[in-house]
């Protein structure tokens, strides 16, 4: 039976019977022919009912939360913005520290340590191949980062390589200082190969670039700031009682041991717990990624390690390639910053000259890299930026191997430094950052950047024995090496571009491609799905070339 009132009703607009669907059925009266649904529970006075049933109602609200969050693109590059300033430059900062105290073994030497501890040219090496041995033995520890707190592992780990690079400066035989350099290589396997594979928690594959960019510029900076700095204690220690080299280890690992305790509280474990950015902001960060993960990865409660994706990293073949690049960069990397200054004394220079011209090479490179990176992540590609710094790298060394051996000026050998440095170090970062772009998963990722360290960091073993004494001063030798390395690394980086491209143009429709709908069947956008005009449009990951 129809009553009058319910008949001749006026009509409800479909907004008025959206707000009403919101009130409560006992603070407001229902409009139009809508009844509210009532809950079976007992009503209890002044105790709101929502006007859904309670299981849609969570239903809905756990929909929302896994629905990529709406937000315009100016909220989005506030967030990258943000994480550049605080997150990549405290990262950049902390690798320049543990490059320095790697690397100012160079700078000690002509300061004064191989004379005060009688080292001979074969000891020396050894002192450089100990920190390689450990580096290369511990390479694995970049998977810890999926199963420690990075805020805790990334401290812990600058407060090791800080104490060890300050005990360097009491050393009095070469025994303890081999030690020293060995279990300094520990702390620093432990943090510097895993930067990438951290920095992918927060930055998308065609953004990673430029920020492996600038945590891999540091090294430059470093190198170029040991030396100058390495001028000033110099200068210093001739007034001093303490010995220049051992005031050169104590400066230069001290500060290491603060910028820890800072790690510790400023480091985020993942967009979600970045102390700098507010309730919205973490929202926007931790969204934003989603777009581009696969389905299972999004809604995955494992912080762990996946056995079952390490496994079938190790047997990835491009994974060989980019460790190999890696590898033959490493041979010019390790080896020309140890021993520059050497090689500037032998050319004719003081030592505290040969300190001073060791900067600017570093220095341009230092900004290289960055153009590189920037570029690179604009244009979407890596292979082509990788083969044109390899064949920079291998002329700047060709240079120098070909005016040694006709004897000519020391400003020729000179000038070669600068193509040199930029070009190895700018391949190195696109090397990295090519290795996390194509790598699905977190487990993945962390194995296939252990892969890369693994092998790459075979090259110092070659590298620091380039340049015995009984070469110089114009070490033609160590020089030819290093650019036939380079060259290895176009031919190889050319080879990764066509395994990369004949990947993409087979992958069809139905591979590597995202389901249509949440884990619940529930129909929702999320991740790399795409919705336009009822029809859902499936993406599939693509190599980057």
């Known amino acids: ?127 450089l191949t100990a920190f390689y041995i ?19 592992y990334i401290a812990l780990c600058a407060a090791s390589w800080g104490v060890i690079a300050s005990l360097q400066s009491v050393v009095t035989s070469f025994t303890l200082m081999w030690i020293l350099r060995a279990l300094l290589g520990v702390g620093e396997a432990a943090f510097g190969p895993g930067v990438p594979f951290y920095l992918s928690f927060f930055f998308k594959r065609d953004e990673l670039a430029l920020r492996t960019g600038l945590f891999i510029s540091a090294a430059p900076l470093a190198t170029s700031f040991a030396s100058s700095l390495a001028w000033v204690i110099t200068k210093a220690g001739e007034h001093s009682p303490i010995a220049s080299w051992r005031l050169l280890f104590l400066v230069e690992g001290f500060p290491s041991l603060i910028v820890a305790i800072f790690a510790w509280y400023y480091m985020p474990d993942s967009p979600g717990t970045a102390r700098y950015l507010n309730h919205w902001e973490k929202e926007i960060a931790t969204s934003r990624l989603r777009k581009e993960r696969d389905v299972k990865e999004i809604y995955s409660t494992k912080k762990g390690i996946v056995w079952k994706e390490i496994f079938e990293t190790l047997l990835d073949p491009k994974c060989y390639f980019t460790a190999m690049m890696f590898f033959s960069c490493n041979v010019a990397f390790s080896s020309l910053p140890v021993f520059l200054p050497t090689i500037m004394r032998d050319m004719g220079y003081s030592e505290l000259t040969s300190q001073a011209l060791s900067a600017p090479p570093y220095l341009v490179a230092f900004f290289v890299v960055i153009g590189t990176a920037y570029l690179s992540d604009r244009y979407r590609n890596r ?163």
């Open 383 to 545: 292979s082509t930026f990788v083969c044109f710094h390899a064949l920079l790298g291998a002329f700047g060394y060709l240079i120098m191997a070909v005016a040694g051996w006709k004897e000519a000026s020391p400003a020729w050998r000179y000038a070669g430094l600068f193509p040199a440095a930029s070009g190895f170090f700018s391949a190195i970062a696109i090397i990295m950052t090519w290795t996390i772009n194509n790598q699905e998963s977190d487990s993945r990722k962390g194995m296939g950047m252990a892969m890369l360290s693994t092998i790459g960091q075979l090259g110092p073993l070659v590298g620091t024995r380039l340049y015995p004494d009984s070469d110089g001063p114009y070490y033609v030798r160590g020089m030819a090496v290093c650019a036939g390395f380079m060259v290895f690394v176009f031919v190889l980086s050319l080879g990764l571009r066509f395994v990369l491209a004949s990947k993409n143009r087979g992958l069809g429709e139905g591979c590597s491609e995202t389901r249509t709908g949440d884990h619940n069947g529930n129909g929702e956008d999320i991740g790399l799905l795409d919705k336009q005009e009822g029809e859902t449009r499936k993406r599939r990951f693509e190599f980057i070339l």
């Open 134 to 152: 450990t580096y290369i033995l511990f390479e694995w520890m970049t998977l810890l980062y999926r199963v420690v707190p990075p805020h805790i």
């Open 1 to 127: 039976m129809i009553s009058d009132n319910d008949k001749y009703s006026p009509p409800v607009s479909p907004k008025k019977l959206e707000d009403a669907s919101h009130n409560s059925y006992r603070d407001e009266p229902s409009l139009g022919h809508t009844r509210p649904y009532k809950s079976r529970a007992p009503k209890r006075p002044g105790k709101w009912k929502p006007q859904t049933r309670p299981s849609r109602l969570r239903s809905q609200r756990k929909l929302r939360r896994q629905s990529p969050m709406l937000y315009t693109p100016e909220e989005e590059k506030a967030v990258v913005q943000r994480l550049d300033k605080r997150l990549v430059l405290f990262v950049a900062l902390l690798y320049m520290m543990s490059f320095l105290d790697r690397s100012n073994i160079g700078n000690a030497k002509i300061a004064g340590l191989s004379r005060d501890l009688r080292l001979s040219s074969s000891q020396y090496e050894w002192l």
